[in-house]
């Protein structure tokens, strides 16, 4: 007897079989092996196909496979099986829940695909379907969770925030809904936070966080809300909250497997905290291990850069400058195998260019400042970027000499200002543009251009307005030493006098004693000048006392700043670029005044940095371009290797009466307003919340009926 004559027991043999794939697929999706899933219930589908009046079934098969491709990332075949059993779906009677499942699907498919808008219309679909069908209040709450995800991710915020709100409202009346009540506010956090309104977001974490607590296996929601409500916190103001937060996060995270890259977060972004509270120590300890566990987790090149650059800066700021210098190096490495990084390079060469300089590598600073340059003008919205590096290169050419070169670098600054104005952040291009014409007088100045030029009267001017005059005492020191430079050149000695204590006093109000000990060094050069022309022998040695204190102060203040570095190059290469004529100038005075003792301890503190050779003889230039003599001149020389020798450097320093503003990676350079990556930003992508509403949990899987 053959099977055409017994049709019903092929069939029968056909619904056992598909019967056992789609069983077989449902346990293998419970174990987590989607792909045996898959496979079983696209076999179950091709035979359910040979069978007739089975289009239930297969829609059942194909809902089941789009799940399962969804959770192998195959976003776009997941919506492939999704649209076609919601096309059976609505041929069959009775099928509104599978219709709306379907829907579900599609809309969250969509969504991983970035089709936002798409999604929404299907959410929405779902939820008029919903609203139609007894007992589904619990099923219309995941809609509106889920319609809120898509509108958020399309930037309407405050219709994603209406829709968790009403979501909430659903859940509120329904036992046992705990946790989705907790992900309406969680979402709403999320969406609250990106309006700005950081308090109300601050609320609805904190009010998921107790919801989670009551409830099991909730460890990692209960993380994300710690993390979240630290980011809040941080963004207000509030940074020992938030580093609160980041560590309770951490613990937590620690107890969830699979979390090294949200601990990673939590450290680095705990670093952040630490570094702008000042613990620039524990900054470095966090961002130091956040490193360690991102290098184990694949694709996070770009947070191991994060942290590499933002430990730089730490170092920088505590003085390592070598060490910083590895990091930012470090930084751009990883940096350049990892495509549209070209911003970080910039930044990473433009703050190493700010180490070597602080290094007294003026010439490598310059270098990477012009390779910055090079990156940043190919990048929009990156001109206040490109000024900064043409700032910082002009004063590292005046500092080496290239005042024409500078000088063209300061013109350059003023013009990119000008055309990238802002409204929003006029106040501050402003002050730039102030210390570019400082700039623009030195470099006159220095090219025999203007006897005393008025630019830094009017960049005075501008500092001492309202509405600058208390976040630039610092400028307006640098602006009065200059004007005291100037009349010292023109015989104001009076004038100089005055005008460099008034830059004193302003440096020692912003706390920067270095800075106003550095002025040590022309005050008591026009001590000396006018000791010079007294004709009173004890006026003239009160005088010269006081040039020589001054000046010993200001030496030795500069012997403690060389063992800043490490390396013996580094010192020697500093020594040259920053204290060589202020030690030349301290053993001229105690030799005018007969203090052979003082100049025997004064080559013993120095002798580590180079040969001194006391019998060297030789004319020595004033602040006002005149030659002195003494009796027995004495000169600190060194026999140092490098690009420019000692001569080289010392005669441009005594030679340079004016500076071209703030020094080079000083507090107040433009380099203070180049913005530092916050990091992770973590608003908890949607997979984070699981869409909460559409449950792609095995029990969702239609089973053989």
């Known amino acids: 007897m053959t099977d055409d004559e017994h049709p019903n027991k092929s069939e029968d043999e056909l619904h056992r079989r598909a019967k056992k794939l789609l069983n077989t697929g449902v346990e293998a999706f419970r174990r987590g092996d989607y792909?045996?899933?898959?496979?079983?219930?696209?076999?179950?589908?091709?035979?359910?196909?040979?069978?007739?009046?089975?289009?239930?079934?297969?829609?059942?098969?194909?809902?089941?496979?789009?799940v399962a491709l969804g959770e192998l990332g195959d976003w776009r075949g997941a919506l492939e099986r999704f649209d076609q059993a919601l096309a059976l779906c609505r041929e069959l009677p009775g099928t509104e829940h599978d219709h709306i499942g379907c829907l579900n699907g599609s809309g969250v498919a969509l969504g991983e695909l970035g089709d936002w808008r798409g999604a929404l219309e299907r959410f929405d679909q779902a939820l008029a379907l919903y609203r139609g069908l007894p007992g589904t209040e619990h099923d219309q709450a995941g809609c509106l969770n889920n319609s809120g995800i898509a509108l958020g991710e399309s930037g309407d915020l405050r219709g994603a925030l209406e829709r968790y709100e009403r979501a909430l409202a659903l859940y509120r009346g329904l036992p046992g809904t705990e946790r989705d009540q907790a992900t309406c506010l969680y979402n709403s956090g999320n969406a609250l936070k990106r309006l700005g309104d950081l308090r109300g977001a601050l609320e609805r974490y904190d009010r998921a966080l107790v919801l989670c607590r009551e409830l099991p296996g909730t460890e990692r929601n209960q993380t994300d809300c710690l993390f979240n409500s630290g980011f809040a916190l941080e963004e207000s103001g509030d940074l020992r909250g938030a580093l609160e937060r980041f560590d309770r996060a951490l613990v937590l995270y620690r107890g969830v497997p699979d979390t090294e890259r949200d601990q990673a977060d939590c450290l680095f972004k705990s670093g952040n905290a630490l570094s702008e509270l000042g613990d620039l120590r524990g900054a470095l300890e966090r961002y130091d291990r956040a490193l360690v566990l991102y290098r184990g987790v694949p694709g996070t090149e770009r947070n191991q850069t994060d942290c590499l650059f933002n430990s730089g800066f730490a170092l920088e700021e505590s003085g390592d400058l070598r060490g910083a210098l590895e990091r930012y190096d470090r930084a751009l490495v990883l940096c350049r195998g990892v495509p549209g990084t070209e911003r970080d390079q910039a930044d990473c060469l433009f703050k190493s260019g700010n180490a070597l300089s602080e290094l007294g590598d003026l010439r490598g600073a310059l270098e990477r400042y012009e390779r910055a340059l090079a990156l940043y003008r190919k990048l929009p919205g990156t001109e206040r970027n490109q000024a900064s590096c043409l700032y910082n290169s002009g004063a590292a050419l005046g500092e080496l000499g290239g005042w024409r070169s500078a000088l063209d670098r300061f013109k350059?600054?003023?013009?990119?200002?000008?055309?990238?104005?802002?409204?929003?952040?006029?106040?501050?291009?402003?002050?730039?543009?102030?210390?570019?014409?400082?700039?623009?007088?030195?470099c006159l100045f220095n090219l025999n251009e203007a006897v005393f030029p008025n630019h830094f009267a009017r960049a005075l001017e501008v500092f001492q307005r309202p509405e600058h005059v208390d976040h630039t005492k610092a400028d307006q020191a640098s602006c009065l030493r200059s004007i005291g430079n100037g009349r010292s050149a023109t015989g104001d000695l009076n004038g100089a006098v005055e005008a460099y204590q008034q830059a004193q006093d302003l440096y020692r109000q912003v706390g920067q004693p270095e800075r106003a000990t550095e002025i040590n060094v022309p005050l008591a050069r026009v001590l000396k000048r006018k000791a010079a022309a007294i004709d009173s022998i004890f006026e003239r040695l009160a005088l010269l006392e006081e040039s020589l204190n001054l000046t010993v102060e200001a030496a030795l203040s500069l012997d403690r700043a060389r063992f800043r570095l490490d390396r013996l190059d580094d010192r020697q290469r500093w020594f040259q670029a920053h204290a060589r004529s202020t030690m030349d100038l301290a053993l001229e005075v105690a030799a005018e005044l007969g203090r052979p003792h003082l100049i025997s301890d004064l080559i013993a503190t120095w002798r580590t940095v180079g040969t001194l050779d006391v019998p060297r003889t030789g004319p020595s230039r004033t602040a006002g371009g005149e030659s002195c003599t003494s009796d027995q001149p004495v000169t600190a020389t060194e026999h140092f290797t490098g690009a420019n020798s000692a001569k080289e450097m010392s005669e441009g320093d005594e030679g340079s009466s004016f500076v071209a503003g703030p020094a080079v990676g000083s507090q107040t350079a433009i380099i203070a307003h180049l913005p530092r990556r916050p990091g992770p930003g973590l608003l908890m992508p949607h997979h984070r919340t699981a869409l909460a509403g559409y449950d792609q949990a095995p029990a969702r899987i239609a089973a053989y009926r």
């Open 35 to 66: 792909s045996e899933a898959l496979s079983s219930f696209e076999s179950a589908l091709a035979l359910c196909r040979e069978l007739p009046g089975t289009e239930h079934d297969q829609a059942n098969c194909l809902y089941n496979s789009g």
């Open 412 to 442: 350059q600054t003023l013009t990119l200002l000008n055309q990238s104005i802002h409204e929003t952040d006029r106040i501050e291009v402003e002050r730039i543009s102030v210390r570019c014409v400082q700039g623009i007088g030195a």
